[in-house]
Nanobody, 126 residues
Framework: QVQLAESGGGSVQTGGSLSLSCAATGYTASRHCMAWFRQAPGKEREGVAFIRNGDLSSTYYANSVLGRFTIAQDNAKNTLYLHMYRLKPEDTATYYC??????????????????WGQGTQVTVAS
């Protein structure tokens, strides 16, 4: 079974940068796709970034983070990354790593994913 564990969360100022990591076990690149989600208090969990089979050419981002966030995957290290730049207060949330069987649509829907990490907190101070 796939198991995920996020790390790298912290507190930064508006405009700052932060990188998150997700250690994955039981992940099969040929079958699974991975994504980052986030959830703020009182809000639903939303998809942030997606990657298909660890292929950097097959990624998708939410409009709210497009151009500011970059997803990457290192299969040799079994690690998923989320590099965040020009952070805004609205980026404050618990960030989750997710994995599931690949799909061609709704890639940022939480219902596409079967495995989740425990989350790591990102706080952007204004």
């Amino acid at each position: 079974q796939v198991q995920l564990a996020e790390s790298g969360g912290g507190s930064v100022q508006t405009g700052g940068s932060l990188s998150l990591s997700c250690a994955a076990t039981g992940y099969t690149a040929s079958r699974h796709c991975m994504a980052w989600f986030r959830q703020a208090p009182g809000k639903e969990r939303e998809g942030v970034a997606f990657i298909r089979n660890g292929d950097l050419s097959s990624t998708y981002y939410a409009n709210s983070v497009l151009g500011r966030f970059t997803i990457a995957q290192d299969n040799a290290k079994n690690t998923l990354y989320l590099h965040m730049y020009r952070l805004k207060p609205e980026d404050t949330a618990t960030y989750y790593c997710a994995a599931g069987l690949c799909a061609d649509y709704d890639v940022l829907s939480r219902y596409r994913y079967d495995y989740w990490g425990q989350g790591t907190q990102v706080t952007v101070a204004s």
